[in-house]
T-cell receptor, first 114, second 110 residues
Framework: KAGVTQTPRYLIKTRGQQVTLSCSPI?????VSWYQQTPGQGLQFLFE???????NKGNFPGRFSGRQFSNSRSEMNVSTLELGDSALYLC?????????????FGEGSRLTVL | AQRVTQPEKLLSVFKGAPVELKCNYS??????LFWYVQYSRQRLQLLLR??SRESIKGFTADLNKGETSFHLKKPFAQEEDSAMYYC????????????FGTGTQLKVEL
């Protein structure tokens, strides 16, 4: 079974630009969650999508958005990038349905904002 | 709001010694607790959850609601246990909105 795949793995942007990150979940998983990992704040929940609907949202500004497609693939977008957005963005998929919290993580997309 | 505290950033033990990674949480309801692990150059993965009450790779964790703790234990540390360990919590009905602790780096020395 292929694992969670995230693209791109590394990217460099400048302040003010926007970025789109992609996540392909494990086949059969309908829930996709996004987390931001930084040395200072650790792992922080961004949002969760299930069946193309946002089910949960973390405490991030509106510049952070996401969506899920009918094939369960998900994208997250960050607009008007700030230096503080530099982080590892992790995607995780889950079968859900009674197995909340059992996440399968991708390797992450490392974003550097200059 | 829920909070997960892992007081130790780094825990160093000798091979064969017992290991206890501490995790305390604050949440007024009934949470579900998890331990995630990240080995060197590998992705973050689930180690165990309190509901399953399993022993995975020799590790166990008991939820103590009175002390609001979920410490991870192993009687005899192995070199391959060296990794970053994260305690995480999700509240009932919270889906996959996990609150993670800051992690403890376990180093098993020979």
């Amino acid at each position: 079974k292929a694992g969670v795949t995230q693209t791109p793995r590394y990217l460099i942007k400048t302040r003010g630009q926007q970025v789109t990150l992609s996540c392909s979940p494990i086949s059969g998983h309908r829930s996709v969650s996004w987390y931001q990992q930084t040395p200072g704040q650790g792992l922080q929940f961004l949002f969760e999508y299930f069946s193309e609907t946002q089910r949960n949202k973390g405490n991030f500004p509106g510049r952070f958005s996401g969506r899920q497609f009918s094939n369960s693939r998900s994208e997250m977008n960050v607009s008007t990038l700030e230096l503080g957005d530099s982080a590892l963005y992790l995607c995780a998929s889950s079968f859900r349905q009674g197995r909340d919290g059992e996440l399968f993580f991708g390797e992450g997309s490392r974003l550097t904002v200059l | 709001a829920q909070r997960v505290t892992q007081p130790e950033k780094l825990l160093s033990v000798f091979k064969g010694a017992p290991v206890e990674l501490k995790c305390n949480y604050s949440y007024s309801g009934s949470p579900e607790l998890f331990w995630y692990v990240q080995y060197s150059r590998q992705r973050l993965q689930l180690l165990l959850r309190h509901i399953s009450r399993e022993s995975i790779k020799g590790f166990t964790a008991d939820l103590n609601k009175g002390e609001t703790s979920f410490h991870l234990k192993k009687p005899f540390a192995q070199e391959e246990d060296s990794a970053m360990y994260y305690c995480a919590l999700v509240f009932t009905g919270g889906g996959n909105k996990l609150t993670f602790g800051t992690g403890t780096q376990l180093k098993v020395e020979l």
